[in-house]
Structures are given as structure tokens and as C-alpha cells.
């Protein structure tokens, strides 16, 4: 690199506010790759954690957030993921990456059929139902019907597949590649579409949105990461048994993270995700008995404090610009 | 009315070379009929307008056409297909767009968005389209605004152009003139003159402002309790005694 060349840079730092966007993002980047050789195993496993709450709240951001359409039951597709997975590699041998994979292709298939007639409630309604489903969810799986494949309340023990080193960066990829597939979708016209839906899902249909392909295109996407994320976390919880893959409090945490950060915007279920993995992580240490509760009262603060959540405080105060992006 | 060759005696247009055609539609909404046995055709390229009192099934008719409601008996066709049955957004793709009595943009999202939401999925120059849209709209200027916090006047244009997004040929306007203020009436009947007379596009207007129906449409049609009581040039139906009857009930 020349001076003149050296100079130009110079000046488009100076000129292109988003250069140092771009800066610090590279920063953060490169400071989470070398987490693990920096910080304690036992940090490492929270920002292990941190990435599995990010691809979970970005995924339900993608069908709640954008479409208007509250879906309570999120951990249905965490736990067909997560028992897809433990299922093909421990029982069928399947290679780990295919294996995770093929987790979120499950959930996704799950959430397509599952949408088909789910997503023909409107309102509360859907709501409801998603909530139904969910409790229905471990109660098939201990079935007579499904226990060759589930193993029933024993659930599996699994030897883990990988070190915690692999999965840490797996957990990394999925949650950078969700809220890359959500940045997409948000500024696309499919995303324009979606957001129709939230606002008037009569008036979109009117204006040839096929709505009823778009909602079900969505929750598609959604299960997908929500299968994948669940089976990197659970292969690193190394059990799976019903009640923890369709455990209430899993199925909460995003939809909390969501709200706190700022629901359908791009980057409030990060930062809703980011918080809440740390307020979770320090209320469990100090208060293990009554950390559930203390939780809660954070959340109600919070609530009652930023109703619309961080980021859309933000941008309401015109401290972030209002665009899609952010 | 002067009949030609290839008009029945009528006047409608032969072998389905009307734009939209509603044959015998009956609407009813329990014991109320909403619209009773109604005919009417549209013709390409021509602005049609629809009066009525209040509660005379006009947006119903609408509602019917756009496929919200689905007609009790009777038929819809739009270029000779039936499209009675289809859904609202299936006609919209084939080319009918519509506006509402009350503004149905979307607030929350910004003037741009608004359009995007129209576009074709496999539309390449969907952004480009737009930005020509919003310049025939008069607000490519607010296009990162968001749509909530226009005025009324810029928001029906934006519901207007948002159709045309699509490429609809054939567009119903509910109430396009209402609330806003003249100098705004007069560029958007301005702007439906020149979408009707350069690119042939097909307008059917429900209006209550008398000075718009009569000075700007080619044909009117006027419901009162859901029937078809007059139909004819705006002279016509000015003069019609059942009209006459109905607005001034003399």
C-alpha cells in the first residue's frame, strides 16, 4: 500500500461512518474466534449459550417479529430438531454435520405441515394453537407409537459427537448465518411482503400477496434455524429427553429476548439475546433458588421502561437511523 | 344510446370483449340484500363511475368483484374468464387492483416499502419501478418516510400507484376524492386521466362528489338498495327520474 493509497483510506474513514461499523464488527468478530484460546472454559460455554440465543430469537424474530403472527409454540420445532438430530447420529450413525443439518431441515418440514393448518388461524387464535401443540409435543413423543424412535422419557444420553471447541464455533456460524438469512429477508421484498402481513393481512392480500404461502415461506425459515441451533445445543446439554426438548422455559426465553430487544427489528433479538444470556447467567449463580422469579421481575422492569424494546427506543430517540438494516 | 354492430341492444360490448362483466350477482348478508340480482360491464380503457346512497351497495359491489366477498348467485368475468370464485389476491394478479373506502396503506412502513410489497417476486427493476411510481405520485421525496405520517391526500396517492405496482389494468377506486383537499383532487383525477388515456388503464370509481362523477366519467352507473336503477352517459342519469327520486326525493 502506497501513501497515496494510505491517504484515500484516511479520508473514506473520515467521510464513511460506516467504515468504522464495519471496523468494530471485524473487532468483535476476531475477539469471539479467539475467545476460546483467551477466557475459561466456563465463559466460553456462556457465549456458547449466548450464540444458541441468538439463532433462537433471531428465528422466532423471523416469523413473529416480521409477520404479526405469535407463535407460542417455538420450542415444537427446537425439539423436532434437537430429537432429529440425536436420533440419526447416535441411532443411525449419520455424520455429526449431516446430522445437525438435517435436524433443521426436519423442524423446517415439521413447521411446513404444521404451518399448512396452523397458519389458517388468525390472531390469538394461532397463538393458542401453537401453544396447544407444544404441550401436545412431549406427550406424542412418549407414545407407544414413537418411542422406537424417541426412547420414550428416557430420552438419549449422548456421547458428544464433537469437542466443545467445534461446537462453540458451529453455535458461532448458525447464529451469524441466521441473522444474515433474517438481514436478507428483511430488506428484500419478500421481507416488504411479510411486514404487509403484520400491518394488514386483508389489505396485503388484495395486492396479490399470496398470504397464506408467504406466512407458511416463513415459519419454514424460521423452523429450520430453530431445528439447527437446537441441535448443536443439545448435542452440547449431551441429553435429550422429552421435557427439556419441549421445555416452557425454552420456548419463553426467545419471545423474551425478542421483546426486550425490540421485536421486528433486525438486530433487537440480538441484543435481547446478549442481555438476557448474562442477566440469566448471574441471577442463576447467585440466586439458584429463586432465579426464575428474579428474571421475571427484570423482564416486567424492562417492559414497563422500553415497551417497543431497545432498539426501537433507540430509533424512535433518532439515535439509530430507521432503516430495516438495524 | 347509439347501437352498433358488435353491441347488443344494451350497449354492452359483444362476445365478452367487456373488460369486467358482473352477470346476476346477489349478495346477501342474512336478511339484508345487499346486492340484488345486479349486471353491469365495464369497457376497456374507459372511466366508469358508481353512485349511490348510502348503503347502496356500491362497496359491496366492489367487495364482490375483488373477490372479499364471494357473490351468493350470479357471475364475475374479468377478459371473458370467470373469476367468481377466485381469491382477493389471485385477482388482484390478474389484474385488478382496488383502493379502499378507508386508506389500507401501511403505516408502519416506509412510502418505498409500501410499493415494494406489490412488486412481482421474479420483478428484476422492482426498485427502479417504484421510483418511477412514486415521481407520478409526487413523492419521491418522501419515499423513506414512513407511510403513517403523510397526509391523507399523499397517502390515497400512494394506495394508488401501490396498485399499478402490480401492473393492474383494470382499477377500482373507492371514494378517490374524498377528504382531500381541491387543489390534490385535481392532480389525482389528473393523474387517472392520464393512466386512462396513455396507458389505457381502466378506472371504476365510486364517488359521492357529483362534480367528479359528471365531469370526468364516460359512463355512470347508480345503485339504490342494492338494484341497478340508472346506467348511461353522466347526461343520462342526471336526468333520470328514478335517480332524481333517490337524491332529491322529489
Given at each position: 500500500m502506497n501513501k497515496s493509497d494510505k491517504l484515500r483510506l484516511a479520508e473514506k474513514f473520515k467521510t464513511d461512518k460506516r467504515l468504522w461499523l464495519y471496523a468494530i464488527a471485524v473487532i468483535v468478530v476476531a475477539l469471539l474466534i479467539a475467545l476460546p484460546r483467551i477466557v475459561s472454559p466456563y465463559l466460553c460455554s456462556v457465549v456458547f449459550l449466548m450464540f444458541i440465543y441468538i439463532a433462537y430469537a433471531e428465528a422466532w424474530n423471523i416469523m413473529t417479529g416480521f409477520t404479526g403472527y405469535i407463535n407460542f409454540g417455538f420450542s415444537v420445532f427446537a425439539g423436532i430438531g434437537g430429537y432429529a438430530s440425536a436420533i440419526l447420529i447416535i441411532d443411525h450413525g449419520i455424520w455429526w454435520p449431516v446430522g445437525w443439518l438435517l435436524g433443521g431441515v426436519f423442524a423446517s418440514i415439521g413447521a411446513l405441515i404444521l404451518g399448512s393448518f396452523m397458519l389458517r388461524l388468525r390472531g390469538s387464535y394461532f397463538a393458542i394453537g401453537m401453544l396447544c401443540l407444544l404441550l401436545a409435543a412431549p406427550v406424542l413423543a412418549t407414545t407407544e407409537y414413537l418411542i422406537p424412535l424417541t426412547h420414550g422419557g428416557y430420552g438419549f444420553q449422548f456421547v458428544q459427537p464433537v469437542s466443545d471447541l467445534t461446537m462453540y464455533y458451529s453455535a458461532f456460524f448458525i447464529s451469524a448465518a441466521t441473522v444474515f438469512v433474517a438481514y436478507k429477508i428483511i430488506t428484500s421484498s419478500f421481507g416488504a411482503k411479510l411486514l404487509a402481513i403484520r400491518e394488514d393481512e386483508e389489505g396485503a392480500g388484495s395486492i396479490g400477496i399470496n398470504t397464506t404461502k408467504e406466512k407458511i415461506s416463513a415459519f419454514a425459515i424460521s423452523g429450520f434455524f430453530a431445528g439447527l441451533a437446537a441441535s448443536v445445543f443439545f448435542a452440547f446439554q449431551n441429553y435429550i429427553d422429552p421435557s427439556s426438548a419441549f421445555s416452557a422455559w425454552y420456548n419463553s426465553l426467545p419471545i423474551i429476548m425478542v421483546l426486550l430487544g425490540g421485536i421486528g427489528t433486525l438486530w433487537g433479538p440480538v441484543v435481547g439475546a446478549v442481555i438476557m444470556t448474562f442477566v440469566e447467567e448471574f441471577f442463576w449463580s447467585v440466586l439458584p433458588e429463586t432465579y426464575f422469579m428474579a428474571c421475571g421481575a427484570v423482564i416486567v422492569l424492562l417492559v414497563l421502561l422500553l415497551p417497543g424494546g431497545i432498539i426501537t427506543w433507540f430509533k424512535s430517540r433518532g439515535i439509530l437511523p430507521r432503516t430495516r438494516a438495524i | 344510446m347509439m347501437i352498433s354492430v358488435d353491441r347488443d341492444e344494451e350497449g354492452r360490448l359483444k362476445d365478452g370483449k367487456n373488460v369486467l362483466e358482473v352477470q346476476n350477482v346477489t349478495k346477501e348478508f342474512g336478511s339484508l340484500v345487499a346486492l340484488n340480482n345486479v349486471s353491469i360491464w365495464i369497457e376497456e380503457g374507459k372511466i366508469t363511475g358508481l353512485i349511490g346512497p348510502n348503503g347502496a351497495g356500491k362497496t359491496t359491489l366492489f367487495n364482490v368483484i375483488t373477490g372479499q366477498f364471494r357473490a351468493d348467485k350470479g357471475k364475475v368475468f374479468f377478459r371473458g374468464k370467470d373469476i367468481t370464485k377466485l381469491k382477493p389476491y389471485q385477482i388482484a394478479r390478474r389484474g385488478i387492483g382496488r383502493t379502499w373506502q378507508v386508506i389500507r396503506i401501511?403505516?408502519?412502513?416506509?412510502v418505498l416499502e409500501n410499493l415494494m410489497t406489490a412488486a412481482n417476486l421474479r420483478e428484476r427493476n422492482a426498485g427502479e419501478k417504484a421510483l418511477e411510481l412514486l415521481e407520478l405520485a409526487g413523492l419521491v421525496a418522501e419515499k423513506d418516510s414512513y407511510a403513517g405520517e403523510l397526509s391523507t391526500g399523499q397517502q390515497k396517492f400512494l394506495e394508488l400507484v401501490r396498485i399499478l405496482m402490480f401492473d393492474a389494468d383494470v382499477m377500482l377506486l373507492d371514494e378517490v376524492a374524498a377528504g382531500i383537499n381541491p387543489t390534490e383532487q385535481l392532480a389525482a383525477l389528473e393523474l387517472i386521466h392520464n393512466l386512462c388515456d396513455q396507458k389505457g388503464k381502466t378506472f371504476f370509481i365510486v364517488e359521492h362528489d357529483m362534480d367528479v362523477i359528471m365531469g370526468h366519467c364516460d359512463k355512470v352507473i347508480c345503485l339504490n338498495f342494492g338494484e341497478k336503477i340508472a346506467e348511461g352517459t353522466p347526461k343520462e342519469v342526471q336526468n333520470n327520474e328514478k335517480v332524481i327520486r333517490v337524491y332529491f326525493g322529489a
Open positions: - | 401501511f403505516p408502519n412502513m416506509t
